[in-house]
């Protein structure tokens, strides 16, 4: 049994996205004995470029899973195209208007017309639905994926979000009407945002410059958290959850624990520093260890190929570091992560990240 796990390189100028594509089983035996899984496919020309990546390196049309983590359209906006394009089985994604009385009173074919619904939500939902009914009118199987949620190999399994907190959450998703206060909030104090000042950072080995009172936003704390488990290696795919989401699922590793060996993370949300905190850092792949030792972890950003002024935080990179974790960036080229696979012609292996002594950051 072996993997492959490619993170494309989403971004080609400043604008971050994630598509990621796998593939495990038998590697070395026939398409048959390997399960193909697509974990979102970034912005619309992404999605071009992800069913060309099949094709080429897996060698197959058909692809057994897709998973949508949330509708932002860096992840969800190449779908489209991946569902026309290639022979998809199973599709799990996020119906909020299932589960939320406004949503579902409102929603009417595809369109939101409520004028106290913000016009991004709006477009976000719109997304959703249309891959969906997409989905459907293909014959494709579509889930929600839920806390527990397996494939039909049983490697593949959600570790957040639960049902209850999904539709806790939703509530608060920008653009719904009991967030318009905040955002209104949000709009005035965008001086005091354009007024940021940038701090130089001086780092001493284990000390980490991020927080456990790191928040982000609702949405990105719906998305979803997919672990797969092969040979004994556990993988963990992230998305843009943020912390008390990470606290979850590692609840649910912990709770469940197979024995698998903790070999992939991805970091969350591009390398945001509001996205991850120490502790649930240390409940994930573990505390801090000497410098110079490795952990076995590796930990992949998925940023843009320019790089944006929040992603990755070189704050946020050093932590994992810290960790014993080999960190990674695409800055939007692909990177390959593999156990017991075939080699793949004109694919190198990459430096890891190196340890951040100084930094300037905003704040």
Same mark, same amino acid.
């Given at each position: ?24 089983? #038998? ?28 094709? #080429? ?19 969800? #906006? ?20 299932l589960h939320n009385h406004k949503l579902a009173d409102e929603f009417a074919d595809g369109r939101l017309t409520d004028s106290s619904l913000g016009e991004r939500l709006k477009q976000n939902l ?129 709770c469940c624990y197979s024995g698998a060996e903790f070999k992939l993370i991805q970091i969350p949300h591009h390398g945001s520093r509001r996205n991850i905190g120490p502790t649930v850092l240390n ?81």
């Amino acid at each position: 049994m072996g993997y492959e796990v490619d993170f494309l390189g989403v971004g080609t100028e400043s604008k971050s996205g994630d598509a990621i594509a796998l593939r495990f089983g #038998n590697l070395h035996g026939a398409r048959h004995e390997q399960t193909v899984v697509l974990i979102d496919a970034g912005f619309r020309d992404t999605g071009a470029e992800l069913v060309e990546h099949i094709r #080429n390196h897996f060698g197959t049309n058909t692809v057994d899973l897709v998973i949508s983590s949330h509708p932002d359209q860096d992840h969800i #906006n190449g779908l489209e195209v991946v569902l026309n394009e290639l022979q998809v089985k199973e599709l799990w994604i996020h119906q909020p208007w299932l589960h939320n009385h406004k949503l579902a009173d409102e929603f009417a074919d595809g369109r939101l017309t409520d004028s106290s619904l913000g016009e991004r939500l709006k477009q976000n939902l719109e997304r959703a639905w249309s891959l969906s009914k997409l989905a459907n009118r293909q014959g494709i199987s579509v889930k929600e994926p839920f806390t527990g949620l397996t494939d039909k190999t049983g490697s593949v399994k959600v570790l957040g979000p639960t049902k209850s907190y999904y539709e806790s959450l939703i509530p608060n998703f920008d653009g719904m009407p009991a967030r318009a206060e905040a955002s209104a909030v949000a709009n005035e104090s965008w001086l005091d945002k354009a007024l940021r000042k940038v701090k130089e950072f001086v780092a001493s080995w284990g000390e980490d410059h991020i927080s456990d009172d790191g928040q982000t936003s609702a949405k990105n704390n719906s998305s979803v958290i997919t672990q797969l488990i092969v040979d004994g290696r556990r993988l963990v795919f992230t998305a843009d959850a943020g912390i008390q989401a990470l606290e979850y699922a590692a609840e649910q590793i912990e709770c469940c624990y197979s024995g698998a060996e903790f070999k992939l993370i991805q970091i969350p949300h591009h390398g945001s520093r509001r996205n991850i905190g120490p502790t649930v850092l240390n409940r994930l792949i573990g505390n801090p260890v000497a410098q110079g030792t490795y952990s076995g972890v590796t930990a992949i950003a998925s940023t843009a190929k320019i790089g944006e002024p929040k992603h990755p935080r070189k704050a946020v990179l050093n932590a994992f570091t810290h960790r014993g974790a080999r960190v990674l960036v695409t800055r939007g080229q692909g990177i390959m992560h593999y156990h017991n696979a075939p080699g793949r012609s004109g694919w190198s292996s990459l430096n890891a990240e190196p340890y951040h002594l100084s930094y300037e950051e905003e704040v």
